[in-house]
């Protein structure tokens, strides 16, 4: 067995950075494809969902109030 830990997958509301040091968060999951938004920024496809860390799950976010 592997000792690496697996990756977790992105779900709707969580806080992801898609590169380094950018964040956005995921609005919806079609088709098992995430699609991310930004403040001013139209809505995009992910073409690769397992490139997301996923920094804060949206429940991590309800509880710290940041719905930004």
């Known amino acids: 067995m592997s000792s690496r830990k697996l990756?977790?997958?992105p779900e709707v509301?969580?806080?992801?950075?898609?590169?380094?040091?950018r964040m956005?968060?995921?609005t919806d999951i079609r088709e098992g494809i995430p699609y991310?938004?930004?403040?001013?920024i139209?809505?995009?496809?992910?073409?690769?969902?397992?490139?997301?860390?996923v920094m804060r799950t949206?429940?991590?976010r309800i509880a710290a109030s940041d719905f930004s």
Do not use: F, H, N
């Not at 991310?36 to 001013?40: E, I, S, V």
């Open 13 to 21: 509301g969580d806080e992801v950075e898609y590169a380094p040091g």
């Open 36 to 40: 991310l938004r930004k403040p001013g």
């Open 42 to 53: 139209r809505e995009w496809r992910v073409q690769d969902p397992t490139s997301l860390t």
């Open 24 to 26: 956005a968060i995921v």
């Open 7 to 9: 990756k977790k997958l």
């Open 58 to 60: 949206r429940a991590e």
